[in-house]
Nanobody, 125 residues
Framework: QVQLVESGGGLVQAGGSLNLSCAASGSIFGISTMGWYRQAPGKQRELVVTINTSGRTGGRTNYADSVKGRFTISRDSAKNAVYLQMYILKPEDTAVYYC???????????????WGQGTQVTVSS
């Protein structure tokens, strides 16, 4: 199995910044994509950003329009980790942020989605 552990988050004033980290562990055969999603109260979970972590497209990113220019994702493939730097935070960025990985465990023959437990980000106005 694959486990994802997030860290970071917290409370910040509008215009401030926060950093999130996510590390994958367990019996990992490979990880193709990692990323961040968020879910605000009463809303559906939505994409924040993903990054390809292997292959010819390694490093390719996909940002939600709402965070382009303010959030930056980076990776450390050797550590199976991704990081999210969030700048110029807005109250509408308030949500639980979830890390997701598309990974294959040694016990499996396919890639599947794995999710972290989520970390709260609150931006006050």
């Amino acid at each position: 199995q694959v486990q994802l552990v997030e860290s970071g988050g917290g409370l910040v004033q509008a215009g401030g910044s926060l950093n999130l980290s996510c590390a994958a562990s367990g019996s990992i055969f490979g990880i193709s994509t990692m990323g961040w999603y968020r879910q605000a109260p009463g809303k559906q979970r939505e994409l924040v950003v993903t990054i390809n972590t292997s292959g010819r497209t390694g490093g390719r990113t996909n940002y939600a329009d709402s965070v382009k220019g303010r959030f930056t994702i980076s990776r450390d493939s050797a550590k199976n980790a991704v990081y999210l730097q969030m700048y110029i935070l807005k109250p509408e960025d308030t949500a639980v942020y979830y890390c997701k990985a598309l990974a294959q465990a040694y016990s499996s023959t396919i890639y599947r989605e794995y999710w972290g437990q989520g970390t709260q980000v609150t931006v006050s106005s």
